[in-house]
DNA sequence: AAAATTTTTATGGTTGACCTTATTATTCCA
DNA sequence: TGGAATAATAAGGTCAACCATAAAAATTTT
């Protein structure tokens, strides 16, 4: 099916795109800032990657996944998330670390490899930051879930995943305790997109709009 | 200690020098036909990793790893041993898979990861191919064998590993079932750097010199 | 509709690790 | 010792993925 081999960068740029893709037309703007390169470049990758058949560029208005470039980004994400089982279930990785972590184990990671892997870990279904993983045949569905920076004051909700994966954003949200599996309550909405108060585990902590968004919630 | 990170390529250039330095100074040239590139691009490399520091280079003569070079090595070859013995102890991956999948992991790998893994592990001590995996301060010593092309003939030997890294030389000896553990005795030398024929578990196998090379034996 | 902002394209530059094709230097061997 | 083989250097080229600067195009805001 897949004979070519990816590069690191194609991989980072579709797996940043599936992450993205709750609005399923992403700017490239957008894509460049998370990827931490200048949008000349991410218009540069797009154009190759367009080539490639795995994204379709509409310009001015965004970027797609294609049907091709899903599958693919669903399998880099399933290696990624099943690599994250493993370092923190059974190498005991810190919780904040085993992302970046793993995610430097995807890039070198055949399929074999991969469902020899999942086979070892049990087919797991979801990461360590609550995320599901991906099937074997690369299909999957984003979470049933809101960001957490769309909750109304008030009211009350379970933290579902943490999309986030910067090492230092996640270790400020374990340290205030804001992980999958956790009841949060917003008790303050401060103006001018100002941080949320959150109620969880009986302290207030403050939380920024930008990292909210990373926070996957259920309504309770 | 070590803050620069290497790039893969140096990686597999201190490796290669690693595990061929029973001669303790190596000939660019066979550096150049072990990593399968020209011996002007071996050269480049050397320049650059003489630079750095890692090894010394007396041109017409050869190159040995600097002790830093050795200490980066061993490094790399403990990351690389660890991750066979986790792909072919948890993972079931095929014996003569393993170095190939486990070569790519290594390069992805951190320290803490490292250490983490050897930990999980249990601390093993030698890869699935026989070799000993070095401390964690990256010192090892070469095993005390020799390659089985020095034997004589109607000699018995014990192979204690093998030193191989291609797939298809790997899956060659375990066909041949020259693995870590037989015993085998040389029952004719052909001439003309002919191939060896070996008894081994009842059945005459016949093996290239250059083959031998790569499988280490303690005489028996 | 004009102004401001965001996107895109164009052009040219850098880096690392390769490559080829000479040319020069050294060592080995008969 | 003289030629063959091997090793090293020089010069110039490629490729992917970045970068910066600047200009053009489209969209959004006022």
């Excluded at 004979?3 to 490239?28: G, H, N, R, W």
């Excluded at 959150?198 to 919630?217: I, N, Q, S, T, W």
Aim: glycine content about 8%; charged content about 20%.
């Amino acid at each position: 099916m897949n004979l070519k081999p990816l590069s690191e960068s194609t991989e980072m740029y579709l797996k940043a795109m599936a992450e993205m893709s709750y609005q399923d037309v992403v700017a490239v703007g957008r894509l460049a800032e998370r990827l931490g390169v200048t949008a000349v470049s991410a218009n540069e990758m797009m154009r190759r990657l367009g080539e490639q058949g795995l994204v379709s560029h509409t310009p001015y208005k965004g970027v797609n996944l294609t049907k091709k470039g899903r599958e693919v980004a669903g399998n880099v994400i399933r290696r990624q998330r099943l690599w994250e089982c493993f370092l923190y279930d059974h190498l005991k990785i810190e919780w904040s670390q085993v992302y970046e972590f793993a995610c430097s184990l995807e890039h070198a990671t055949a399929p074999e490899l991969t469902e020899a892997l999942a086979e070892f870990l049990g087919n797991p279904k979801t990461c360590p930051r609550g995320n599901p993983i991906p099937a074997a045949d690369g299909s999957f569905k984003p979470l049933d879930a809101i960001p957490l920076s769309e909750i109304k004051l008030g009211q009350a909700a379970h933290v579902l995943a943490v999309n986030a994966t910067a090492t230092d954003v996640l270790k400020y949200l374990q340290e205030k305790n804001i992980l999958p599996g956790r009841d949060v309550t917003v008790v303050e909405v401060a103006p001018m997109q100002g941080p949320l108060t959150l109620r969880v585990g009986g302290k207030d902590v403050a939380l920024g709009l930008p990292m909210a968004e990373f926070v996957l919630v259920k309504i309770i």
